[in-house]
């Protein structure tokens, strides 16, 4: 069964910092690039940051470009985001999504992790 589990959420002050990781299983994400998105209450979800299946390129969003920074770690097949300079629009549940690398689209999500920024 194709999982991923998303961990290292919580309740932060604005300002803080935070560490997501993605865990993948019955997959190898070393075929996959990789993808973080949220959501926000009320709003859509969104893309906030991507790597591809080597680690050698990323994309982010504008809104998090030079707070956040994605990576992984293939051999642990594990995603990470880690979250600098937080603020109050950074709270959302925060999803990982795998695509292969031959596809369009991601074929795997996450349950989500909620990120809660106080300010």
């Known amino acids: 069964q194709v999982q991923l589990v998303e961990s290292g959420g919580g309740l932060v002050q604005a300002g803080d910092s935070l560490r997501l990781s993605c865990a993948g299983s019955?997959?190898?994400?070393?075929?996959?690039?990789m993808g973080w998105f949220r959501q926000a209450p009320g709003k859509e979800r969104a893309r906030v940051a991507t790597?591809?299946?080597?680690?050698?390129?990323?994309t982010y969003a504008d809104s998090v470009k030079g707070r956040f920074a994605i990576s992984r770690d293939n051999a642990k097949n594990t995603v990470y985001l880690q979250m600098n300079s937080l603020n109050s629009e950074d709270t959302a549940v925060y999803y990982c999504?795998?695509?292969?690398?031959?596809?369009?689209?991601?074929?795997?999500w996450g349950q989500g992790t909620q990120v809660t920024v106080s300010s």
């Open positions: 019955g997959l190898a994400l070393s075929n996959y690039a």
């Open positions: 790597i591809n299946w080597t680690g050698t390129s990323t």
């Open positions: 999504a795998a695509r292969h690398w031959t596809k369009a689209g991601y074929d795997y």
